[in-house]
């Protein structure tokens, strides 16, 4: 019996999610783990939040793994990945989520802000994708999500430096769609629009109402809408070098 289980998870898909104790990674982590494929939760500073996810789970009798990494430094990255081909020898699907916000004027913006947004928004992505590019390459198959942002698209007002990176996201999920799709690896961007989550906690209710009143669906987003959109990019097989806005309508383009 314990032979079967074991055989049994090591044919599910394994996937990666950064940044994914907390927040929209956290949806994801748990939408996916609940559809049988085995999730690997990354986090920085959350480890509590991990450790609970975790507990959560593992009452449902799904067992995940959590590790800790600063996805922004190559050697953290290199940890994370080694740990996950040491154990599943495989890496089928990856979520770059892991992410911060940067509100400033453009002009106040400095060099040492400019480094740190860069490199947790776009140099990871970068990082941890080439890092397990080989992999998905040797196994003839794999699937990139990147978790960009609807101001990537069309940029905002006192975010520029967030947007520039959200920017450059869906500019490497476009190029390194057309350079991976003859190794069969799909690479597609998520971009969400207001979506309900830490990241949004310095809004007033009176701003989130405002959203809610421009979004033609008449709702805020939720985190699962992610997770569903995600799943979706999974299990399909012939999008790549796209970028998916979910914001409700709230942008069209
Ligand atoms: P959140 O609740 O603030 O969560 C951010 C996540 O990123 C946390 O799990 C955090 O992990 C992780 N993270 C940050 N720096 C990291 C690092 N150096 N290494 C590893 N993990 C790191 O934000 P969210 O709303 O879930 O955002 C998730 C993604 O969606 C981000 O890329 C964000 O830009 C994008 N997005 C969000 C919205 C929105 O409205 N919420 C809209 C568009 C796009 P720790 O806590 O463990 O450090």
């Known amino acids: 019996m314990l032979a079967f289980f074991i055989n049994e998870r090591k044919s599910m898909k394994v996937i990666l999610i950064t940044g994914s104790s907390r927040g929209i990674g956290k949806e994801v982590a748990k939408y996916l783990a609940k559809k049988d494929y085995q999730v690997i939760v ?27 990494a600063d996805v922004s430094i190559r ?11 040491n154990k599943y020898k495989r890496i089928d699907i990856l979520v770059n989520n ?10 106040d913006i400095s060099d040492e802000e400019w480094d740190r947004v860069i490199k947790i928004n776009l140099y990871s992505a970068f990082c941890v994708t080439q ?9 003839k ?4 999500i990147n978790i960009s942002s609807i101001w990537g698209q069309v940029g905002a007002s006192v975010e520029s430096l967030y947007s520039i ?16 799709g003859p190794s069969n690896i799909r690479v597609n961007s998520i971009a969400p629009g207001f979506i309900n989550t830490d990241m949004n906690k310095n809004l ?16 805020l987003g939720k985190a699962i ?27 069209i383009t």
């Not at 990176?165 to 991976?180: H, N, P, R, V």
């Open 225 to 251: 809408d992610i997770a569903k959109c995600i799943n979706w990019l999974i299990e399909d097989d012939f999008t790549t070098g796209q970028v998916i806005s979910i914001n409700g309508g709230w942008i």
């Open 98 to 107: 892991a992410g911060i916000s940067s509100t400033n004027l453009f002009t």
């Open 165 to 180: 990176s959200k920017a450059g996201i869906d500019a490497m999920t476009k190029s390194l769609a057309k350079e991976l």
């Open 204 to 219: 007033s209710e009176k701003e989130i109402e405002t959203i809610k009143n421009e979004t033609p669906l008449e709702k």
């Open 141 to 144: 198959k794999g699937c990139i």
């Open 131 to 139: 890092e397990i590019v080989p992999y998905m390459i040797h196994q």
């Open 75 to 85: 050697q953290e990255v290199k940890a994370l990945v080694d740990f996950i081909i």
């Open 42 to 68: 990354n986090y920085n500073k959350s480890e509590n939040q991990a450790i609970k996810l975790k507990e959560e789970l593992k009452k449902e009798n799904i067992n995940i793994d959590i590790f800790k």
